[in-house]
């Protein structure tokens, strides 16, 4: 029934990391592309990173490149989302998320339940 599942979020100290997981169903992971976005406390969701279904193209925010990097296990219809050098400012719900446009945010329409990451100073 769920198409979309997210783990690996926690609390982690400035400077860390963390690896997130999504576990997508089959037939989400093979159709559609793949993304994560996030959204901290009194601020809007927003795009974070994502890959292409076919050629593996990633796309980042500025916030996060370098110090981020989404990647993909099509055997087990998983994307990851490998986080370093973590800040405070990146404390935010970690949403996994489905679109047709990989470096089209607005064309992402199905989304996780969310997984919370708290970045400590």
């Known amino acids: 029934q769920v198409q979309l599942e997210e783990s690996g979020g926690g609390l982690v100290q400035a400077g860390g990391s963390l690896r997130l997981s999504c576990a997508a169903s089959?037939?989400?992971?093979?159709?559609?592309?793949m993304g994560w976005f996030r959204q901290a406390p009194g601020k809007e969701r927003e795009f974070v990173a994502s890959i292409q279904w076919n050629g593996g193209r990633t796309y980042y925010a500025d916030s996060v490149k370098g110090r981020f990097t989404i990647s993909r296990d099509s055997a087990k219809n998983t994307v990851f989302l490998e986080m370093n050098s973590l800040e405070p400012e990146d404390t935010a719900a970690y949403y996994c998320?489905?679109?047709?446009?990989?470096?089209?945010?607005?064309?992402?329409?199905?989304w996780g339940q969310g997984t919370q990451v708290t970045v400590s100073s």
């Open positions: 998320a489905a679109g047709l446009q990989a470096g089209t945010p607005s064309s992402f329409f199905l």
């Open positions: 089959r037939r989400t992971f093979s159709t559609y592309e």
